[in-house]
């Protein structure tokens, strides 16, 4: 499992010219599932995200989580993150999961984040997505499991 997550004002996404989900202040999570990913994997990395305190209190001190300044998530599906560089110029994914238990796995822990309180948008599983993102920092933190 490995996630970009990137704190933002605000971010769209849209597939074929069609607005998908919008969100404001919160997080934009690029996601993905790895091969030997499992249901557990997504309850400890919803937990995480949801406590992750990278927005900043009144001293300028990054201490509040997503929860603490009623922000929301645009959750990505990015299998590309799966990319072994290893070998020749051209990526390999074979870590990246199957499609079908990907999907799964994507909405479950998306399910599981709103179940904590955050708001959560998706994208859309397989699309050719565009996103649209203000960077509030920038603050990028990289999430491998």
Do not use: H
């Not at 997550?5 to 069609?18: C, E, H, M, W, Y």
């Not at 997080?27 to 249901?39: G, Q, T």
């Not at 001293?59 to 990319?83: C, H, I, P, R, W």
């Amino acid at each position: 499992m490995k996630a970009v997550i990137q704190r933002v004002n605000s971010a769209t996404l849209s597939v074929d010219g069609k607005l998908i989900s919008r969100i404001g202040k919160g997080l934009v999570v690029y996601f993905c599932i790895e091969n030997d990913d499992d249901e557990n994997n997504c309850a400890l990395f919803a937990n995480k995200l949801a406590k992750l305190r990278i927005f900043e209190d009144e001293q300028g001190k990054m201490n509040l989580s997503v929860m603490d300044v009623g922000g929301e998530v645009l959750f990505v599906s990015q299998f590309t993150l799966a990319a072994d560089l290893s070998a020749g110029n051209r990526p390999s994914f074979v870590n990246a999961e199957l499609p079908e238990r990907a999907n799964s796995l994507y909405v479950k822990t998306a399910n599981l984040l709103a179940e904590l309180g955050v708001p959560t948008r998706l994208g859309q599983f397989g699309a050719d997505m565009t996103i649209e993102q203000e960077n509030a920092g920038p603050v990028t933190i990289i999430w491998s499991r």
